[in-house]
């Protein structure tokens, strides 16, 4: 299990946002014992699990691809809906324009420096021969929702 998903579990936002920023795993599943059952979720999906949509928009903002589950993308696959999206429909809506709305190019890229740099983002940003506001930009990775 990633440190990740106790922190979406609680609904921690501030310990969310932390583990963002220092490139926490978005799609690596852990296993989740609720009441006796044991599941394996990505963050993602337990955040959608638990009704945590505002999470399930971080993690989407830190570049986890929406627009691979068919129900947020093709309006007529409605069976595959989570039970708690398809009690929230304004969240389902709000879900499907993200996951029907790529992130900009100089998101996609900045999402994919951070990743390959992997850990110890401070000092190996400092050594890339960028102008200082795109190493800014890449140390201070703001959520766009």
Do not use: W
């Given at each position: 299990?990633?440190?990740?998903?106790?922190?979406?579990?609680?609904h921690d936002l501030s310990s969310?946002?932390?583990?963002?920023?220092?490139?926490?795993?978005l799609?690596?599943?852990?296993?989740?014992?609720?009441?006796?059952?044991?599941?394996y979720f990505d963050p993602y999906e337990l955040a959608v699990n638990r009704g945590f949509?505002?999470?399930?928009?971080?993690?989407?903002?830190?570049?986890?691809?929406l627009s691979k589950y068919s129900y947020l993308t093709d309006p007529m696959s409605s069976r595959d809906i989570p039970a708690t999206?398809?009690?929230?429909?304004?969240?389902?809506?709000?879900?499907?324009?993200?996951?029907?709305?790529?992130?900009s190019l100089?998101?996609?890229?900045t999402l994919f420096i951070r990743n390959v740099l992997k850990k110890k983002l401070h000092d190996?940003?400092?050594?890339?021969?960028l102008?200082?506001?795109?190493?800014?930009d890449l140390l201070n990775l703001a959520p766009v929702l």
């Open positions: 299990m990633t440190p990740i998903l106790p922190a979406v579990g609680n969310i946002n932390l583990l963002l920023e220092y490139n926490s795993p799609y690596l599943p852990g296993r989740v014992i609720r009441r006796r059952e044991e599941f949509f505002d999470v399930v928009e971080l993690l989407h903002a830190y570049g986890y691809n999206l398809r009690q929230d429909e304004c969240s389902l809506k709000r879900l499907g324009q993200l996951a029907s709305n790529p992130h100089c998101r996609i890229t190996k940003i400092a050594t890339l021969p102008p200082p506001s795109i190493q800014s």
